[in-house]
């Protein structure tokens, strides 16, 4: 039995930038669907486990680009488990161009939330799921728990209807366009990303008042955090 | 020879909002794909209008709908050219669900623009193009002239690099979130959209301060108006 599955993707015009390359945002949206479908056809995707009252939530993605792909490109995602542990579980990606050669890898570290209680649940309560810890470590470093960070104001507005998904609150697609969205379009001109990652710790809510502090800890290292009062919903780090 | 086509899509998890409908922007942008397959498969799309140094530029656009589609429903959307004058193009669309049942209907007018001169070039010069011209109307009043609006000030920020389309400017579908996001979730789990209309007037770039103003002019009648400085950019009408 293999433990690794692929599937395909063709970069549209509204996944991509001024340029061309696709947006750090709609590759993140790529690699959440494909986590989607790999976890239907293991059994354990969200509709499943929404019968339990229960949902899986991203707490930590890394993801590191050798080149983005651009509009109309047709790329290749593989993606497997790696460990499942009590609290959360890992799941690794590779992403391959249609010479079939690397342009990216991702981690991305999950939780089960109870929907009830709004809190972590026990993954050993999902029976057959250990099943797809292949142990395969990916070939990036994990994402880390990111430091706290005091820097200087990056931006700053309230929460808006089209920021909310289904579950009621703001998308982790769209905490990763706001950071993309500290960059002016001079700074994607002049590098590439290398590499970016988050961790999403708290939720935020409609109407909520937005805050987002950065600073550049090394040259082309970028730290950030978004927080509302004095909540931290997510930190992330940019890598040019 | 049919002048009309129909093109299939399935609403993705990404265009939906938090009671799953699909949004006033992904929708459009489903309309503004449809309309970009149409023109290629008629041989007048934006790739060949860029060997002429040409494109395309919406330049009025209404929709009205029954009810909104919902996330992972099939939806066909059916495009026909009606008139092609000199200045300008309409294009129509029925929108129908799995059951073929009209769910609803939009109106487009174009101009092409000269990418040199950056300003709208005479249609007559588009060999062909002429005999799309069904003069079949569609099913809803055509998008009109919209009025200034002096009203209050609903959102003022500066235009980042997400909002950035391949042109270099702030695309259409960016101002049609815009406007969207000028409703609270109260509104959207109250009322339901019936028809939504702009007009673009103006580009806007990367750093421009944008303000929205707005007014109801009549009982659940909105309108609006996207402006840098004392320049126009947008203006928008919905309709609940």
Chains 1, 2 share one sequence.
């Not at 945002?25 to 790999?38: D, E, H, K, P």
């Not at 019968?51 to 991203?58: R, S």
């Not at 050798?66 to 488990?81: A, C, G, S």
């Not at 079939?100 to 972590?120: F, H, K, P």
């Amino acid at each position: 039995m293999s433990y690794r599955k692929t599937y395909s993707f063709r970069v549209q015009p509204q996944d991509v930038d001024f340029q061309y390359n696709v947006t750090m945002s709609a590759l993140a949206n790529i690699l959440l669907t494909t986590a989607g479908y790999n976890a239907d056809d293991n059994g354990f995707g969200i509709r499943f486990l929404n019968e339990k009252e229960c949902t899986w939530v991203l707490i930590r993605f890394a993801v590191e680009m050798i080149r983005f792909p651009q509009q109309y490109e047709d790329i290749q995602v593989e993606t497997w488990i790696e460990e499942v542990g009590r609290a959360s579980t890992t799941r690794n990606f590779t992403i391959r161009d249609s010479k079939n050669e690397i342009i990216g890898n991702a981690c991305s570290n999950w939780v089960m939330l109870d929907l009830n209680t709004r809190r972590a649940k026990d993954l050993l309560t999902l029976e057959g799921i250990h099943q797809f810890a292949s142990n395969d470590s990916g070939l990036i470093e994990k994402p880390i728990k990111l430091d706290a960070v005091e820097g200087e104001e990056y931006d700053g507005f309230k929460v808006k209807y089209s920021d909310i998904d289904i579950n009621g609150h703001v998308s982790s697609m769209r905490y990763i366009q706001w950071i993309s969205d500290c960059f002016s379009l001079n700074c994607y001109k002049k590098y590439s990303i290398k590499r970016y990652e988050f961790n999403f710790m708290n939720e935020m809510f409609f109407d909520d008042f937005v805050e987002i502090v950065g600073q550049e800890i090394a040259p082309g290292d970028f730290r950030f955090e978004i927080s509302k009062d004095d909540k931290t919903a997510c930190r992330a780090r940019v890598v040019f």
